[in-house]
């Protein structure tokens, strides 16, 4: 099986199968050093090989997404921090106009070398100054240029017209590639 449950997969360009995974329980998610487990199968996912990845570990009521898009690269859609841990969050630096930030919740990365690296990082916020916002199970957040929704179960597709849809447990995004690697300005100070 892949490393975890809830898994985003994708089939790279050799044939392999990438999935990115979820544990809930803090013992397990230690031997991943508390990373999303990276699971690799080049035989259609009759064996699997783990690794942890780059990116902080998610656990219960959030599930991460994997999309080759029609250009070729691949999004990971994913939080920056767990649901249990949000009132110690400690989020993901991302780049801006005016230098690099630290943001938090709900994230789009791409990949162009299958995996390996993911250069192209971008919270999923419309931005602006800080407001209430709903997520799933009709549970308040915080939503500004630096906050982004916390948990939900993700599903994505690539529309006809390049846009990334992407659907939490309770809302709706639409994006492209350029939108990822284009910087947002410099988040306003509070």
């Not at 995974?21 to 035989?43: H, I, L, N, V, W």
């Not at 009759?46 to 997404?65: C, H, L, M, R």
């Amino acid at each position: 099986c892949i490393a975890g449950i809830h898994g985003g997969i994708v089939e790279l360009a050799d044939g392999r199968l990438m999935a990115y995974g979820r544990f809930d329980d803090a013992p397990t998610q230690e031997k991943f050093r508390f990373r999303m487990p990276a699971s690799y199968s080049s035989d259609l996912g009759q064996t699997w090989q783990w690794d942890a990845s780059e990116f902080p570990g998610v656990s219960n009521t959030q599930k991460p997404f994997l999309l080759r898009l029609k250009e070729g690269p691949i999004v990971l859609c994913s939080f920056t921090d767990q649901w249990r841990e949000w009132k110690n969050r400690k989020g993901l630096v991302f780049k801006s106009t005016g230098g690099d930030y630290t943001g938090y919740g709900l994230f789009a990365a791409v990949s162009y070398d299958e995996g390996k690296t993911w250069p192209d990082r971008r919270l999923l916020t419309p931005g602006g100054p800080e407001r209430r916002w709903i997520m799933k199970e009709r549970t308040p957040f915080l939503l500004s240029d630096t906050l982004a929704e916390a948990t939900g179960y993700l599903a994505a597709t690539q529309s006809r017209d390049g846009n990334i849809q992407l659907v939490t447990s309770r809302n709706h995004y639409v994006f492209n590639l350029a939108w990822i690697k284009t910087l947002p300005p410099e988040p306003k100070k509070p």
